[in-house]
């Protein structure tokens, strides 16, 4: 196998990063209005509430990755390992998913099993991008790869997809979790 | 946090302009077309004028954050600082709910609260690009930020908001204008 | 306005032409099938004949389009004159109509509707294209420009429009040339 | 025709990789849930698993025609033959009717005619591949092209193409093997 220079792989991964991104919008449905009346049909909204947010979620997360992405692949040259290439294939496989269960959970916002699957789409993103990491990282040469980072996602995902099983609330908020640390504003740069 | 080539922060923004501007008219949805008559179909396509005026307008929206978007980025050679990463990422979220609620004004064209959903997306669309430029420039170590153009947008936005409540046609004129002033042919270069 | 690099115009550009290339497929409808028997069940794919004629045709002449959007962009180093980027800016906004007309003509196959708004797109989108030409050959100081491949697609496509108004064959057949013409084996490189 | 740099050729190659993949997992419909209960509507899902099954096939398999398109546009460093250009159009035609056809398969997953569908378009893939890894090794002046590696992905889609007349099954593992290949975990790097 040639190395694949980093250009290339980055870009493909970008498309796939940047549509998936983008389609997380379009799965969002407008609600039908039945009346002419702005009170009225703000009423009619309330359905959406939990579209959007899950929405948010989603396209912070995917932000998140995106930023983690870049800086992994910040620190090597070529793409000349199958390991690499194949864990972000996986990692890519993941990502695209992530429309789809969103709109899943959109369509039945506190259901145990949309929940569930929006749970293991993320775990599968996160267990797939420290795979991803390690082999980079051995690919550097070094010994010391950054536990810390690469256990805290799948961990939390884990958590969420088992309390799924006892209360579904208690899922939605570790699932935000990233998304409100990484967004909210900080006093350092 | 290892600063981001722009290289890599305009492929990934380029990418969500890109596919957000070609998903507007994806949303399109043809009419039913009862006669085989072509005179009397084209009668049949009037609901769908409002539909391409109002595609228009966010197509031609679109096409001006992406050109003001460039003339940002021209100014900085690396995403170092959060505070620019994580305003994109809020723009981009705006960005890409720009088909959403393109598809909700084409579907109740002159329904006060689609009008409202439509002008609050560009408000913050046009409030988060205001955060980016100031950022941008704040790195820069520049004093003065260019004041005019960050606060056109939001107040122009602002004002289409609140003319919801009183006229939908209103809104509709206030949105067009960039769209108009942009578009129409001018004697300078 | 500082000049836009062209790395960054072609990148907008070309991720518009992907996705609209990519989309004509989404657009297609699998038919509903009846029998689990595989030669009746071809003959209920029948309806679908039109629908693949249109859908290679749209996507020869976006590819044509794309080759020919190369050979100018080309020319030019930095995209510096307003004229230039909006006449791309409306010819873009013809090429995400393609699918939406497309999707249109394999709904209705043989209206006179569907093919005159077929046909008036691609006007719409060969005609921008040749204002675009136009503006990069005169910033180039030209003052030749090549005009009868400027008057070609524009002249063939009027003709598709108003023969839709006699015989809806004719527009398609006038409508195919472009494809038929480049996409043929030829004895010459 | 003025030769087309490799950058802008990859750069719309690999949008519409980029598209084409992420579009599979859109085609993917949530199935309607009766059931609050978990285990139950676990039980609901089953018709998704042929869908996921199939969504992983093409996934994969888009994936291999990326890395080995990468290697190929590796060998060439500009596009000056209209044979590769219009060889790599005729395979992206093919590559955008995968989302399609895997829909295809999805909506019946063991119907013979949808199996067909999805094997000649993967067979009109590899052979335009084919097509294209011919021409870009006559361009390089080579005698001897790789005839192993393009003769083996045609004569496995037309094997698959065959079997959907005796036995869907034993096309669905034919059309597995690449995936199962490439994906599986393998000793060396």
Redesign the interface.
């Known amino acids: 196998?040639?190395p694949?220079p980093k250009a290339?792989f980055?870009?493909?991964s970008?498309?796939?990063?940047?549509?998936?991104?983008?389609?997380?919008?379009?799965?969002?449905r407008?609600p039908v209005?039945h009346s002419?009346d702005?009170i009225r049909?703000?009423r009619e909204?309330t359905p959406l509430l939990p579209t959007l947010i899950t929405f948010?979620i989603s396209?912070?997360t995917i932000?998140i990755f995106?930023?983690n992405h870049?800086?992994l692949s910040?620190l090597v040259q070529h793409i000349d390992?199958?390991?690499i290439?194949?864990s972000n294939?996986?990692f890519?496989?993941f990502l695209?998913?992530i429309?789809?269960v969103t709109?899943?959970v959109s369509?039945?916002p506190f259901?145990?099993?949309?929940m569930?699957a929006y749970s293991l789409v993320f775990l599968g993103a996160s267990i797939s991008f420290s795979m991803l990491r390690y082999f980079v990282h051995k690919t550097l040469g070094e010994t010391r790869v950054p536990m810390t980072r690469s256990i805290f996602g799948p961990v939390l995902y884990t958590l969420a997809a088992i309390s799924?099983?006892f209360s579904v609330e208690m899922a939605y908020v570790l699932l935000a979790i990233p998304a409100l640390y990484?967004?909210l504003p900080?006093s350092?740069?």
């Open positions: 196998m040639h694949i290339r980055e870009q493909f970008d498309g796939v990063f940047a549509i998936a991104i983008t389609l997380l919008a379009i799965e969002l407008s209005l002419q702005l049909s703000i909204l948010v396209f912070v932000a995106w930023v870049h800086q910040h390992r199958r390991r290439l194949w294939v996986l890519l496989l695209t998913l429309p789809f709109q899943g369509s039945y259901h145990p099993l949309t569930l799924t099983l990484y967004f900080k350092s740069t």
